[in-house]
């Protein structure tokens, strides 16, 4: 599967933005998915994640209660609603992908990860 992350900017704090995951090749709704982001000067770090099947989700405790991961079937995306942005949310955001037999299974380790965007840049200013 390939994946096409889209939708990072320049915004202000408090703002809103929606990243969007396009996937092609396969259907992304047969993978578990998830984001990432990386700062300058610091490592890549998880942001949110979402099972294959049952929708369970799990969220960076930094970002929890205003980010939101989402699949959108029809486009064959995930998408990433950000709400009440701040300058240290200001990185550049992978989607990523894990072929897995199992629906209940969400992944938090980027390295559990098998397919990955090519990131979107969100900078946030105070």
């Known amino acids: 599967v390939q994946l096409q992350a889209s939708g990072g900017g320049l915004v202000q704090a408090g703002d809103s933005l929606r990243l969007s995951c396009a996937a092609s090749?396969?259907?992304?709704?047969?993978?578990?998915v998830g984001w990432f982001r990386q700062a300058p000067g610091k490592e890549r770090e998880f942001v949110a994640s979402?099972?294959?099947?049952?929708?369970?989700?799990r969220y960076a405790d930094a970002v929890k209660g205003r980010f939101t991961i989402s699949r959108d079937h029809a486009k064959n995306a995930v998408d990433l609603q950000m709400n009440s942005l701040k300058p240290e949310d200001t990185a550049v955001y992978y989607c990523?992908?894990?072929?897995?037999?199992?629906?209940?299974?969400?992944?938090?380790?980027?390295?559990?990860?098998?397919?990955w965007g090519q990131g979107t840049l969100v900078t946030v200013s105070s």
């Open positions: 090749g396969r259907t992304l709704s047969n993978y578990a």
């Open positions: 979402s099972s294959k099947g049952y929708g369970i989700e």
């Open positions: 990523a992908a894990i072929s897995t037999a199992s629906n209940r299974s969400y992944y938090t380790d980027s390295n559990s990860y098998h397919y």
